[in-house]
């Protein structure tokens, strides 16, 4: 979700692309068989959902979240650690966030 300074949360069609194919990635599930699970025409609606050039409607998002079996907040939101921060995957080392994680709490 960005646009904060618009005063209400958007969505990010971009930042859903990404987040939807690693998610698909990460459980083996190619752009064909969720093309066939949501029953859609083609599969090229899924690759715009990839590019970030489109968002599903509600009713897809709902059920792809359910298909991967992840809260659709994952599919929208950045992943935030332990104490709240914005971080990319693998971006810091474990022993950094423990570190990060008991500098936050002194």
Request: charged share 25%; aromatic share 12%.
């Amino acid at each position: 979700m960005q646009n904060e300074e618009k005063g209400y949360p958007s969505l990010d069609a971009g930042l859903f692309g990404r987040n939807l194919k690693k998610a698909c990635e990460s459980r083996h599930v190619t752009a064909s068989e969720l093309q066939q699970f949501l029953h859609l025409g083609s599969v090229q609606a899924v690759y715009m959902w990839f590019e970030g050039k489109r968002l599903p409607n509600l009713d897809n998002m709902y059920a792809i979240s359910k298909y991967l079996g992840l809260p659709i907040e994952e599919l929208l939101e950045e992943e935030k650690d332990s104490t709240g921060w914005l971080v990319e995957k693998g971006s810091i080392p474990d022993c950094g966030k423990r570190l990060l994680f008991y500098w936050m709490h002194l």
